[in-house]
């Protein structure tokens, strides 16, 4: 099994930018997906999630700037960010997550927000 995330990167606050994880060895379309984030010194925190039949949950905290997607066909899920903020910096990481049998994490890419 293997979840490959890209698409970070260095942004300016208010910019954009659209993180994409792609997962081979599982039955992607079964998987709820889900982005979480991790700052230095701080914990990982889930940031938004999709499930198979594509409801999605947010944090508070980004809520109304970022989406999150998914592509059956290409077993990819995406998270397009807006309005980015410095808070924002972190290490993201693709989740994949079947009932309780299956957890499986990419290997993260950093998002940083600064001037």
């Known amino acids: 099994v293997q979840l490959q995330a890209s698409g970070g990167g260095l942004v300016q606050p208010g910019g954009s930018l659209r993180l994409a994880c792609t997962a081979s060895?599982?039955?992607?379309?079964?998987?709820?997906m889900g982005w979480y984030r991790q700052a230095p010194g701080k914990q990982r925190e889930l940031v938004a999630s999709?499930?198979?039949?594509?409801?999605?949950d947010y944090a508070d905290s980004v809520k109304g700037r970022f989406t999150i997607s998914r592509d059956n066909a290409e077993n990819t899920v995406y998270l397009q960010m807006n309005s980015l903020k410095p808070e924002d910096s972190a290490v993201y990481y693709c989740?994949?997550?079947?009932?309780?049998?299956?957890?499986?994490w990419g290997q993260g890419t950093l998002v940083t927000v600064s001037s």
């Open positions: 989740n994949g997550k079947y009932f309780r049998s299956a957890d499986y």
């Open positions: 060895g599982i039955t992607f379309s079964r998987y709820v």
């Open positions: 999709i499930h198979p039949i594509g409801s999605t």
